[in-house]
């Protein structure tokens, strides 16, 4: 019988430097989901690749003394041996740099440019180099780039544009229509509703002539293929759209879901699908805009050098453990606060104390009372119920998780059951058992159940663990015919032959640990957070030496200033307040880990709908008080104008829980 099909992408990665920890985290998520459908057994095709066209490559490969392309292979080079190293199975690497893709694009620009899609004009804006990027002024945050906070540059250039702003109303009427499910979480939709199609879409610059390091327009080669073009193209180019290297875009596409960070979310659910409307094409089933790794101060970001090196990691805990912390720790759709004191508690609870002493106990019992092989000789009694019970549900539990990305979830089902076999040991007391030979029946039984217990999750675990559960099923003597989803299941396997290996994940000084990977994180982000610790040590010092000025009177000084904690948060929810005119009740995502509740008197000028998904800055150290007997905890930053008040709301390229200073 034929194969159903599933074709999944992670977005193609920007190999300006090596990738971190974040990087990881959406590609770990993609094998996990790959290697979960391939275990239904779907036809599976995993993409994966970079995009390495652009200006930042092209200077950053003068200052390094090379071309573009030696730039980028080295880069590149890295990035695949890091893939190699955390296992992932993508079915396919692209780069745009390659012949076929390059060829392919040609086409397509040709293509829309043929069909009016695409026309010639001017462009003027304010331009981001580090981010490749034209803003209008109103989208700057403070006169600088809304994305990444640098300075922006005044630019115009002779540019190709693609009709964008003529698929509003499509895109909207495909949104709520036809597929209300296309862009999850539901957060995201609302975002790109609000925030970019009701206030209206600009048609987008597709080309640039400022740099040449790109795929040249074949009509007007002193233009530059831009990135949109270029790098989204890519999920078609991958199967053979435009190209003779491959011949399956009529099997895979559409594809069923991209996975993307949710600062690329935009150009996904609005600009990609755009285009291929545009070109008549299917639209993906899915787009899934997970959240970010975040680190205390912000989102990781190479240029700042405060990343987290997954290679480290990997070479001290092992590839499986790396994978495990990475979506059992974090909420897929939402962002997550990377710290090395989670991962090592998260491998020394779950990992350590709970399946690798689960393991370690059963197959040491096993061996020592059965020598390898578990008698088919079993008696079972009322206390085994309850564990089957879990056995026989586990499974369907799981799956329908899995399904929806929320893998957190999934993991947890998984290790409910492993929780519930460690009590089930303490319960049966099999070093009981095992002294008296009237029992040996009985023992049986419980280590046959323990086994099976093993074995199921393991087979469960496998798309997060690989390797460590081939070691699993290797100690429990399980064939490959034994295990995997269709097996999952209590007493589809029988009989089992021990071999006993080391532990799968022995216990970590947590205290000597810590200290060793700040030592470690330190030396790698020296050369680039060096110089902004110089930096602010100088600023520091002048104004140490500086004289004590009077203050005018209303001043504050900055250290004033600095008590006052603003942070960037969205809202979640929001209400009327009963019997209060003027007051919302605001439910906000502030980044901490626990919802946080202000009330605002907004209600004249704002709907709750207004505000939902929306981004706001919240003091969030003002001493909480009551205000028609709701807890206010803080207070959202307005502007008086005139009669009006006006929300002042965030770019959602700004992480929640970012500090405003």
């Known amino acids: ?234 999920y078609i180019t991958a199967l053979g759209y435009g190209n003779e290297k491959y011949h399956d875009f009529e099997k895979y596409w559409p594809a069923d879901v991209h996975f993307v960070g949710k600062e690329i979310t935009r150009f996904h659910t609005i600009i990609w699908p755009a285009m291929l409307m545009a070109l008549d094409l299917p639209l993906p089933k899915k787009v899934f805009g997970h959240g970010w790794l975040l680190l205390e101060g912000g989102k990781m970001s190479k240029s700042k050098g405060n990343v987290v090196d997954p290679v480290i990691l990997c070479e001290r805990y092992g590839v499986d453990a790396i994978r495990y912390f990475l979506l059992r720790e974090f909420p897929f759709g939402s962002d997550g606060v990377f710290s090395n004191e989670a991962l090592i508690n998260r491998i020394n609870s779950d990992l350590a104390n709970d399946l690798g002493n689960l393991v370690s106990r059963t ?77 040996s029946d009985r023992l049986a039984a419980v280590i046959y159940n323990l086994c099976e217990t093993i074995r199921i999750c393991a087979s469960l675990l496998a798309p997060f663990m690989p390797n460590t559960c081939v070691k699993i099923f290797n100690q429990l003597g399980c064939l490959e015919y034994e295990h995997g989803y269709d097996k999952a299941i209590y007493y589809a396997n029988t009989s089992y032959c021990i071999h006993k290996k080391e532990n799968l994940f022995p216990r970590i000084d947590a205290k000597k640990e810590l200290a060793l990977l700040a030592a470690e994180e330190e030396k790698h982000r020296a050369e680039a957070a060096g110089k902004l610790e110089k930096e602010a040590k100088k600023a520091g010092g002048e104004a140490a030496k500086a004289p004590e000025e009077p203050k005018p009177e209303g001043i504050v000084t900055i250290d004033h200033f600095m008590e006052v904690k603003l942070v960037v948060a969205r809202v979640t929810a929001c209400e009327p307040v009963p019997k209060a005119d003027k007051l919302l009740r605001l439910e906000l995502d502030d980044g901490s880990g626990k919802p946080r509740q202000v009330v605002s008197g907004i209600h004249a000028w704002y709907e709750p709908e207004d505000l939902i998904g929306r981004k706001i800055v919240v003091v969030a150290n003002l001493k909480p008080a009551k205000l028609r007997g709701v807890v206010s905890e803080g207070m959202i930053l307005a502007a008086d104008v005139g009669e009006d008040a006006k929300v002042l709301f965030i770019d959602d390229a700004v992480p929640v829980g970012s500090r405003i200073r």
């Open 1 to 234: 019988m034929k194969k159903k099909t599933f074709y999944i992408t992670t977005p193609i990665y920007y190999p300006s430097d090596k990738l971190h920890i974040g990087h990881s985290y959406c590609t770990v998520a993609t094998d996990v989901m790959a290697r979960y459908k391939r275990m239904r057994g779907f036809d599976v095709m995993f993409l994966t690749g970079t995009d390495e066209h652009g200006l930042k490559i092209e200077q950053k490969a003068a200052a390094a003394g090379v071309t573009p392309q030696e730039y980028v292979d080295k880069v590149v080079s890295g990035i695949k041996e890091l893939w190699q190293l955390m296992n992932i199975s993508n079915d396919r690497f692209i780069r745009t740099t390659d012949d076929y893709h390059i060829e392919s694009i040609q086409k397509i620009f040709k293509a829309l440019y043929d069909k009016g899609e695409i026309y010639k004009g001017s462009y003027k804006g304010k331009y981001c180099t580090p981010c490749e990027s034209f803003w209008t002024e109103t989208q700057l945050v403070d006169g600088k780039c809304p994305d990444c906070g640098r300075e922006v540059q005044d630019a115009e250039e002779e540019a190709y544009f693609f009709r964008l702003s003529k698929y509003a109303d499509r895109l909207m009427h495909y949104y709520y229509e036809e597929n209300p499910t296309f862009i999850e979480p539901e957060s995201r939709l609302n975002e790109m509703v609000n925030n970019f199609i009701k206030p209206g879409l600009e048609d987008l610059c597709v080309s640039r002539t400022s740099f040449t390091w790109g795929i040249p327009v074949t009509f007007d080669p002193k233009h530059i293929v831009y990135v949109w073009v270029d790098a989204l193209s890519n």
């Open 363 to 439: 197959l040491s019992m096993a061996e020592q009372y059965f020598g390898q092989i578990i008698p088919q000789d079993r008696r079972f009694e009322s206390p085994d119920e309850q564990l089957i019970a879990m056995l026989d549900e586990v499974r369907e539990n799981y799956a329908s998780l899995m399904e929806t990305f929320t893998f957190q979830s999934a993991l947890a089902e998984i290790f409910k059951v492993i929780a519930r076999a460690n009590k089930y040991i303490d319960e049966t007391t099999p070093w009981v058992l095992g002294k008296n030979p009237a029992e």
